[in-house]
Each structure stands twice: as C-alpha cells, then as structure tokens.
C-alpha cells in the first residue's frame, strides 16, 4: 500500500513546483507573502491597541508602508510595543526587497541569455539561410557577402553554437559592408519546428553549409518539411553531397527545388588534372568564386544573327561560354552556331551587365605553327593513400600519365585499380610495399614520381585528417628541397581553416572540398538557372576545364588574345585566359587587343571535350 504522504511533503512539493514556475510565478508568490506579513502586523497592532485607537485600516496601512519601504520608525511613532512590530515590519520588507531584486535581476539575465542565444522568430522576407556554422569555414560567407556586391541583402544563419560567438567569429573574419545584414540563430537545424524561427517559407534561398552526407540529408528533409508544409514553391534549396546514394530523388527534389551537386568525383577529377597541370585548382576556383570572373547568363544587345566565332571575336573582356536557348545552356557550341532571337549568352566576365559588342578586329593570317609540340613529357604520379576517389581519380588522369604508383593505404584497392589499369591501357599500376611512415622510404618513392598525390584519410575525422596530410606534405616539402627533386604535390584537405594553417608555394596544388563546394553553393544560390552549366563543367561528359600547352595547341609565339581565342576556337576550344610558367600565376579574360608571348610550355585555361 503507498504511504500517504505528510503535510511537510505536500509544502515542500508545493513550494518546489512553484519555485522552478519562473520569474513570474515567484513574484505572485513573494507578493502573496507580503500581503500575509502585513496582514498579521496589523492585526497584533489593532488588537493590542497599539496604534492608539485609530482603527485597522490605518494599522494596514502603517505596516504596508513599512514593508514597502523598509523604514525603520521613529522612537516617537509609538510605544515599544508598536515600535517592535513596525519594526519586525521594517526587516520583513527588507528581505522581500532583497529576494524581489534578485528575482527581477534573474529575470532579465535569464531574458538576456535568451536574446544572445537567438530565439527570437526572424521576421525578414527575400532573404537568404545558411544552415550550418563551422567556426574557421568562412568561404561560403565571404562569396554570399561578395555576390551581394552594392545591393541590400541579409543572410541568416543558423547553427548548434551560440549566438554571440557566430557573431563574433563572423565578424573576426568575414568583412561585413553596410549594405549586407547578418543575423545569428542558435537552432537544431535538423528540427523543422525550430528552423521555423529562421523565416524558412518567407527566404529566398537556403544553404546547407557543406558537412557529412548524414547531417546534410537530415537538414534538407527538415526544410523539405517546412516547405510542404507552407505549400511555397519559390523557395530554393542547395546542398553538396559526396555520394550519389543520398541525392534526393528527382521527383522529391524538382517539387521542393532542392539541388545538390555530388563533391566526391568533383574532388576526384580536378585532383586528377591538377597533378599533372599545377594551378588547375587554383582555375576551378577562379569560376566558380565571386572575385575576379565568374559565369554569368546575359542578353547581348546585336548579337542576334552573329556566329559563335564572331560573338567570340567582338566581345572585349568577356568570354562567351555557351548559349542559352529554350533548350537549355549549350556548352562550347560550333563556331558557326547562330545566335537566334530570344537567345542569351552564357558569359564568364568580371560584373554582370558590363558586356558590350567591339568592332571586328582586324585578325592577320594565324595559322597554326607546323607540327605539333606534343603532350608534355610522360611522367610518373606517386597516390599517397587511399579512399573513395581513388578509382575516379585513376579514371580521369590525362594520357601523359604513363605509370601510377600506389602507397599507404591506396594498395587495398588493388584488385579496382588494376581493372582500370586494363581498361584504359596505357597507364602501368605497380604498387609501393614499404612503410612511408619511414623516412628514407619516403625519400625513395619521392625520387620516382613527377607528381605526388596525398589523398584525404575519410576513415578519420577532418581534423585528424587533415593533420596527416599537413605533416607528410611538411616531409615531402623537406625531401625535394634537401635533394633537389622537382616533382609537385596535389594535397586533398577537408577543412579550409587547416589548410591555411600550410604555407602555399609554387609547386603545391590544394584541394580543399569544403572550399570548393562552398564556392558551388554561393554561385548556385545566386544563379540557379547555372545549375546545368556546372553540372557538365563539373561531370565526366561534355565540355571540361582543362590547362592545354602553347605546344599542344600550336599557338607559341608572340599573338594577340583575339588570335589566342581564333585559334582555341578552331580546335573547339574556349580561351578564358593564359597561365605562364615562369610566374604560376593565372590571368583570366584578358583584353582582346593584349599582347601575349607564349613558349611552348605556357598553358592557354581552355573550356572544351577532350
């Protein structure tokens, strides 16, 4: 049988319930108590007569006015009966002031709190989220702040860490103009009653901030939810995801217009190219950032009724790319392709709007140098470890690549790597047994390969990672310097802010897929109508990214850019800029009357199939 329980139990379970009721509820009750405290002082002092005869109300209201402000009385005010009680009164007010000012005091700290963690609604509309914060991944940030350019624009963005140190980190790295807004939410992103708080049905566009594929999905089906639920089909969704298993399905996606774009072969392939093309990665970044060029989709006043090649030819300081028709954007079309009407241009420039039709240059005979230069020189790529992008990678290394030798933990795809070796059948697989944990192991696979590849640990987490490859790029680093060597190294990151922690030189490719991916996601938040372009940018089929040689193309010599880009175009290849050797260093969508002295190692940055 339960034990009934006793009247002390009662209170104190009372009292409990009441105390942790909230500010409000311990203010009823502080007041309830005064009320008691001055009720029973006016009694005792009507009673006892101790106020002279003038009646109850004058004793309530005495004790009242004690207890309010706890005055202690004067020894004139009564006898000392009358002064004991006023001034028992007078202490009892003292302690109710005191736990008063505490509670309110609490009150507002608690409400203080409250507002530093964000849990207020937003009541913003057109406005991006971004959902997700990583404190030391700022990119994707820094390019929304930039696509802003001198428009007004507010970005929410929401995430599991507090709200003062969003801000705070925000503000540390990102630089914030006037024109743009950023407001902190402290919310589970993965809880549609909570992203709720984040005006998801009345924003533009949300972002996932690049993560793992679990957190990601959980995230898209929580604002898929909110969606549905408003029944709002102007809202955009973008996400990267590594692995196609977690692409939403078509039909899902289309109706809630979720896009997510698959890094992992991404990563794969521009490693691929990057190790035997240095400074590939840093182009990749070039189009897809919003500093410098990037791809934009116009309409060309009088480009009606002109050919691809002549609307090549006449545009000064902007590429044409493709052409956007009713169909769809068409990558690198045929130099004789017509521009109809209602057509718009897929432009790489450096401002949208400021692309303009120049007279016909005058072009003198170019035609291409006889012979041909030939790939560069066959050479051998060392792959430091292995994970999911190995296999791609093996698929995707251009024709020079004669040998590939695989290290670490790259030999447990043997069997793979070996059929793709076949398939293709100009590349030898041969595989290196010895630990290159060992210095002079190390050394001996260093002094073999042209191009060394360290590739990301995905059995570890980011830091962890990224922390490997930081100390064996530091060992690779010391062996070419002490013995000469001159092979360059690609190095696979996962984390931005470890990357910056390495010094970058001119022979050292990164690739960084939180970096990348936050670059697609900003440019796909402001050009959706894109997605198609990047797609095939970015895919295996259709018109790539490549570095090609002045020797490949047989354009060495002294030419201007009009003629670099006549004669890309009758390669079917499209020129947005020139890399030099001796410099490494990049320039993109040069003038078209610039002068330009190419050797044969220098490299044209092309767009076109292979």
């Given amino acids: 049988m339960k034990k009934k329980a006793s009247l002390k139990e009662r209170f104190s379970y009372w009292f409990d319930n009441k ?3 909230g500010s409000l509820s311990l203010i009823k009750l502080l007041a309830l108590a005064s009320v008691i405290i001055v009720f029973v002082i006016a009694f005792f002092v009507f009673v006892l007569g101790l106020n002279e005869g003038d009646g109850f109300l004058s004793a309530f209201w005495n004790s009242l006015a004690t207890i309010i402000n706890a005055w202690m009385p004067y020894y004139e005010d009564g006898g000392a009966g009358y002064l004991l009680l006023m001034a028992l009164a007078s202490l009892a007010g003292l302690l109710i002031t005191s736990i008063l000012i505490g509670i309110i005091a ?5 409400k203080v709190n409250s507002l530093k963690r964000g849990t207020s609604h937003v009541l913003e509309e057109d406005h991006l989220v971004v959902l997700g914060f990583y404190p030391g991944e700022y990119t ?9 350019a001198d428009q007004p624009c507010c970005i929410v963005v929401a995430g599991d860490v507090e709200q003062e140190d969003m801000e705070q980190c925000i503000r540390e790295n990102v630089c914030i103009p006037k024109n743009v807004r950023i407001i902190c939410r402290t919310v589970d992103i993965f809880d549609p009653h909570a992203l709720e708080r984040c005006s998801i049905s009345g924003c533009r566009t949300v972002i996932i901030s690049p993560t793992d594929d679990f957190r990601t999905t959980k995230a898209l089906l929580a604002v898929s939810t909110i969606i549905n639920r408003t029944d709002n089909e102007t809202v955009r969704v973008g996400a990267i995801v590594s692995k196609s298993e977690y692409r939403f399905p078509p039909s899902i996606a289309e109706k809630h217009n979720v896009t997510t774009l698959q890094t992992t072969e991404t990563i794969a392939k521009i490693i691929a190219h990057s190790c035997t093309q240095p400074g590939l990665s840093d182009t990749f970044r070039e189009i897809f950032n919003f500093e410098g060029s990037e791809l934009y989709v116009e309409t060309i006043p009088g480009s009606q009724g002109l050919s691809f090649e002549e609307l090549t030819l006449r545009l ?5 790319i493709g052409i956007a028709g009713p169909e769809g954007i068409r990558i690198n079309p045929p130099a004789d392709a017509v521009i109809e009407e209602g057509d718009q241009i897929l432009l790489f420039a450096e401002t949208k709007g400021t692309a303009g039709l120049v007279p016909m240059p005058e072009l003198p005979e170019t035609p291409l140098l006889e012979g041909y230069a030939g790939d560069p020189p066959r050479g051998t790529v060392a792959i430091i470890g292995g994970n999911e992008s190995l296999l791609t990678i093996l698929q995707e290394l251009p024709d020079n690549v004669s040998k590939v030798i695989l290290a670490g933990s790259a030999m ?6 070996m059929r793709i070796a076949d398939d293709r059948g100009n590349l030898a697989v041969s595989f290196f047994r010895e630990d290159i944990s060992n210095g002079g192991a190390l050394v001996s696979l260093a002094g073999r390969a042209s191009h060394i590849v360290v590739l990301s640990d995905y059995g570890k987490a980011d830091d962890d990672a990224d922390m490997d490859t930081i100390f064996l790029l530091l060992n690779l680093r010391d062996i070419r310097t002490r013995f000469g060597l001159e092979f360059n190294i690609t190095a696979e990151m996962r984390r931005e802010a ?3 922690l390495v010094t970058t030189d001119d022979n050292t490719d990164f690739v960084v897929a939180s970096n990348m991916s936050s670059l697609i996601l900003a440019q796909l938040a402001e050009s959706p109508e894109l997605i198609s372009a990047f797609s095939e940018i970015l895919s295996n089929e259709g018109s790539e990214l490549y570095l090609k040689t002045a020797g490949q193309l047989r354009c060495a010599g002294e030419r201007t850019v009009a003629e670099l880009r006549k004669i890309a175009l009758t390669q079917r290849y499209i020129m947005i800029g020139y890399r030099k050797k001796e410099d490494s260093e990049s320039h993109f969508n040069p ?3 610039e002068t330009v002295e190419l050797k044969d190692r220098d490299s044209l940055i092309v767009i076109g199939e292979q």
């Fill in 19 to 21: 105390m942790s009721s």
């Fill in 106 to 110: 609490s009150a507002i700290e608690e």
């Fill in 140 to 148: 994707l940030l820094r390019q929304l702040v930039l696509a802003a």
């Fill in 316 to 320: 000064d300081r902007s590429v044409p």
């Fill in 412 to 417: 447990q795809y043997k069997d793979e790597t």
């Fill in 498 to 500: 470890n990357q910056n």
């Fill in 591 to 593: 003038p078209l009357h």
